[in-house]
């Protein structure tokens, strides 16, 4: 029992002990260049924070990466098809470091028109209303494509199982034009069913 006990404190705590010096957290986080957004609201976007009260987070440049990415999505879904962040970051002390997202916001995108082109099965009037993308306000392509990928599940649900949507811009100063083509395909139907293996359990 000693001996496992001797060997606990020399072997497994000095272990613990390297671990959490080599751990690095965020001693402050900064953005320069949000003309658009206030602070508070791109730190909600973001999972790295400023330390607060009992909670500190942890830097790895895998999650600073992930949060530049975050920061781009948004600005895009917001219309700023350009942004363009850098993110910097700096040691303050051996175990915390400063962070900057340093943002070139670039022209904000409203959308003009939205047109559809190939579709049949749907009027324009449904596919628009599930795309839900407002004429003059600011265009916001991830939406929209997100919107799609449900519209294609919904096409496919009803036998069109080659159905193909390409989305499509044209840019007129900050106006968006946006173009749906949609290739429908063939009706696809059920003609059999095959069950094979079946052994303790009937077909019907």
Known sequence: ????????????????????????????????????????ELRSV???????????????????????????????????LEVEITEEYVKDTKMHTKINFDINEGNQYKLKTLELYGNKLFSDEQILSRLNATI?????????????????RKYMITGKLDIAIMDEITIEGNYVTARINISEGNNYYIQNIYITGLETVKEK
């Open 136 to 152: 003059n306000q600011y265009y916001n392509p991830a939406g929209i494509r997100k919107e799609l990928k449900l519209l294609k």
């Open 46 to 80: 973001i999972k790295l924070q400023s330390p607060q009260f009992f909670a500190r987070s942890e830097f790895t440049s895998k999650k600073l990466n992930r949060d530049k990415i975050s920061l781009e999505t948004y600005y895009k879904s917001k219309g700023f």
């Open 1 to 40: 029992m000693k001996y496992l006990l001797f060997w606990i404190i020399t072997i497994i705590f000095p272990i613990s002990i390297v671990i959490a010096e080599e751990t690095e957290y965020i001693s402050e986080i900064t953005f320069t260049g949000n003309l658009s957004f206030p602070e508070s």
